[in-house]
């Protein structure tokens, strides 16, 4: 499994910290916990956001994976839930945390 | 509420029996995108449909007649996909108005059928549940079951029907499996308990409780995959990689760009041969004057004018459904997103940009993939700014007649710089513009890319001849009438008055044409356009390529569009370098299509939207000219 971010070494035996899925690249899986609106995501507000994610599946609970990479920044992300495929950007990706599995 | 409630509040048995003898069953299908919805919808209905739009809005109104098993007939309406009533664009509202029964126009289905797609049942599940709570009978059609089946994911139908409160029957919508079913089911549901709607809008928190009780359900009767689809994960490692999938897009879009441009030449040159023979066989069945002028040039060239773009319209529609239908539109938009999203653009926007190149008409019409109202505006308002193939007789005949045909380096041509500087601008000024728009105007309101991409399939090939067929029947019913009516206000502005007899003029200089054109000339003056060229520029709204016979007419060059090097000798005689230049880039924005002002009317179903077209165009066009123009003056090129 890869780690969320290469700059922060895991440490051993610590559970890993729930981060925005927006640091992730690509190979990262990990598990939803959290969905809130983020700080300037964007045109729509937080909420607004927030319900979106919700209903493209993207929910408290749910394993996701990071399967495709835009090429520009590494921007839009491919992310692989339980049963579909979900594309979306990094900016809204920051309203995820997740946690490494 | 009780059994007893529910049945009160139902009409009686006996009524809705002797109503559903008067009239058929009004049935609406809804559900999630890529859910084979509309596929449903094909195999339902096959050939009695019928699209027209909604009332007062844009959004597409697809109904059609079922006939069950025992022949009672069945109305069907196709409602927008959507990931839930919640309604974030026009399309959802529709489809959240028809399940509330609050669309005007519209009544009350008797029965919502909520298609899922059998492989992703999550999101299908939590639609259902929101679906219950507006209260009419509801069947769900557990879609692509044979996918399913094939991927070893054991759904128990039973229990899950039972635990849902709703009847569930198995589909194959692109093979017609399950339909006599589903419909049988339908109208057992008829009859059933109906109720009032408990539907309000859900907070995230009231989401993720409609989704903790769909992901209960389906513990409990799905049983995860043995054998998970592989072949979509194969496939987007190609088509998907950062660098390679850009390249076989690229490829993609060549071809269908090729397609559009060369395939449709063929039948398109037939189009215009046949009208032309049709005016050649009425002209000399009719004395010279006005009817025949009207019926030959008006009439005839306009309808020829409309029908012309047909053969473009089929073959990009062809192109953009079956790339819809295989599941790769939404790659392209992934893989583009970023590039159009550096412009404010919706990664789905560059299909209509791309196909613009052709005609702005069709691109225009493409916008509909994009769902949201103000992506899709500003991807409308800056698609006429690319280098449309009616630009081109144009460019060449200034280009031919005023760049001198150096090389180079020995192989750049000088003409084809100038022609590629034209092409570059189009699309820069295109971007530009959308770019200013979306931070000027409507800054903040980008939405977000936010979209599923659906697993690989064999695109149907009797959905996607049907959906091409329709667009072209959608482009001649709408855009053909109003088109057309534009071409004839053309004509009658190009012949009226006409020349009184032994004029020395051409004929054209005593028409509306001709004293709009001089009463314009002091405005085009200072871009540096003479009076004929102004002239010109009234029958050119027909047709940006019809520009190049109306000069031919004011110069009284014979021969027309066919004897263009002669017409492009007569204008390097006649006019100076830095004018010519003046009027390509003229010609690089100025909105001189009364056929694409026309199609935004239809998409947009206002006239504001192709009065600001219009108006930023021609603004961007007279600031261009003139600084060209005074730019050249100043380099001596006068």
Redesign the interface.
């Known amino acids: 499994m890869r780690r969320l971010s290469e700059f922060d070494p895991p440490v051993p035996g610590a559970v890993p910290q729930a981060e925005p899925l927006s640091g992730g690249r690509r190979g990262f899986a990990g598990v939803i916990v959290e969905?809130r609106p983020a700080q300037g995501a964007?045109?729509?507000d937080g909420?607004e956001?927030?319900?979106?994610?919700?209903?493209?599946?993207l929910?408290?609970?749910a394993p996701v994976e990071i399967?495709?990479?835009?090429?520009?920044?590494?921007?839009?992300i491919?992310v692989k839930l339980?049963?579909?495929?979900?594309?979306?950007?990094r900016?809204?990706a920051r309203s995820v945390m997740v946690r490494p599995a | 509420m009780s059994a007893a409630e529910v049945a009160a509040q139902a009409p009686a048995a006996e009524t809705l029996v002797a109503e559903i003898g008067a009239k058929p069953l009004r049935v609406a299908l809804a559900g999630v995108p890529n859910c084979g919805k509309t596929a449903m919808f094909n195999a339902l209905t096959g050939a009695r449909q019928k699209v027209a739009n909604y009332a007062g809005v844009t959004v597409e109104r697809k109904e059609g007649v079922a006939v069950a098993p025992d022949g009672a007939r069945l109305s069907i309406l196709d409602l927008p996909g959507t990931?839930?009533l919640?309604a974030?664009s026009p399309d959802e509202a529709v489809t959240r108005d028809a399940v509330l029964g609050k669309l005007a126009g519209e009544t009350l289905p008797d029965v919502i059928v909520c298609v899922a797609d059998a492989?992703?049942?999550?999101?299908a599940i939590?639609l259902a549940l929101e679906l219950k709570q507006a209260g009419r009978p509801m069947v769900l059609a557990l879609n692509m079951i044979d996918i399913a089946a094939r991927q070893g994911l054991d759904i128990d139908v039973e229990g899950l029907s039972r635990d849902l409160g709703v009847p569930i029957v198995g589909t194959v919508a692109t093979r017609k499996r399950g339909v006599d079913l589903l419909l049988a089911a339908v109208q057992k549901a008829a009859s059933g308990p109906s109720a009032p709607s408990t539907w309000h809008e859900?907070?995230?928190g009231e989401?993720?409780t409609l989704?903790r009780e769909a992901?209960r359900l389906i513990k409990a009767h799905v049983k995860?995959p043995k054998r998970p689809d592989t072949w979509?994960?194969r496939i987007?490692s190609v088509l998907?990689h950062?660098?390679g999938?850009?390249a076989v897009l690229l490829v993609l879009l060549f071809f269908m760009f090729q397609a559009v441009f060369s395939w449709a030449q063929p039948v398109m040159d037939l189009i215009t041969a046949g009208f032309t023979l049709l005016s050649g066989f009425i002209g000399h069945a009719l004395p010279d004057g006005l009817l025949k002028s009207f019926l030959c040039d008006g009439l005839i060239a306009g309808v020829g004018s409309v029908v012309v773009f047909l053969p473009q319209i089929l073959i990009l529609f062809l192109f953009i459904i079956l790339l819809e239908d295989v599941g790769y539109m939404?790659r392209a938009?992934?893989?583009m997103?970023?590039?159009m999203?550096g412009a404010g653009l919706h990664?789905r926007a560059f299909i209509p940009l791309l196909s613009s190149h052709a005609c702005a008409i069709p691109g225009i019409m493409a916008t509909r993939v994009i769902d949201q109202k103000r992506d899709r505006l500003t991807t409308i308002l800056v698609a006429p700014l690319t280098t449309c193939s009616a630009r081109i007789p144009i460019y060449t005949l200034i280009i031919s007649a005023f760049v001198p045909n150096h090389t180079l380096f020995g192989w750049v041509s000088e003409q084809g710089l100038v022609m590629l500087g034209l092409y570059v601008s189009g699309i820069t000024s295109a971007l530009a513009v959308a770019f200013v728009i979306r931070t000027v105007f409507w800054r903040?309101?980008?939405?977000?890319?936010?979209?599923?991409?659906p697993?690989y399939k064999v695109p149907d090939p009797w959905n996607v001849a049907r959906l091409v067929l329709q667009r072209g029947e959608i482009f001649l019913r709408r855009a053909g009438t109003i088109i057309l009516s534009m071409m004839v206000l053309v004509w009658f502005l190009s012949k009226v008055p006409l020349a009184p007899a032994g004029a020395k003029e051409p004929a054209i200089d005593y028409s509306f044409a001709g004293m709009i054109g001089h009463a314009l000339q002091p405005i085009l003056a200072p871009i540096g356009f003479s009076w004929q060229m102004s002239v010109a520029l009234i029958p050119g709204m027909a047709a940006r390529e019809v520009a190049v016979g109306a000069l031919g007419t004011v110069y009284a060059v014979s021969g027309g569009d066919d004897n263009t090097a002669a017409l492009g000798h007569t204008l390097a005689g006649h006019w100076p370098l830095a004018s010519a230049l003046a009027f390509l880039a003229w010609y690089v924005f100025a909105p001189q299509c009364a056929s694409t002002l026309g199609v935004v009317k239809r998409e947009t179903n206002s006239w504001k939207w192709p009065a600001i077209m219009f108006a930023y165009m021609i603004t961007l066009a007279y600031i261009a000219a003139f600084i060209t123009y005074h730019v050249a003056l100043a380099l001596g090129a006068g």
Not at chain 2, 119 to 123: A, G, I, P
Not at chain 2, 444 to 453: N, V
Request: charged share 30%.
């Open positions: 969905v964007g045109g729509l909420a956001i927030e319900r979106r994610l919700i209903e493209m599946g929910v408290e609970g399967l495709h990479e835009g090429l520009f920044g590494r921007d839009p491919a339980a049963d579909r495929i979900v594309a979306l950007r900016r809204e | 990931y839930s919640r974030r492989t992703s049942l999550r999101v939590r859900p907070t995230s989401l993720r989704d992901e995860p979509t994960a987007d998907l950062p660098a999938g850009l939404a938009a992934f893989l997103d970023k590039i999203g990664g903040g309101a980008s939405e977000p890319f936010l979209m599923e991409l697993a």
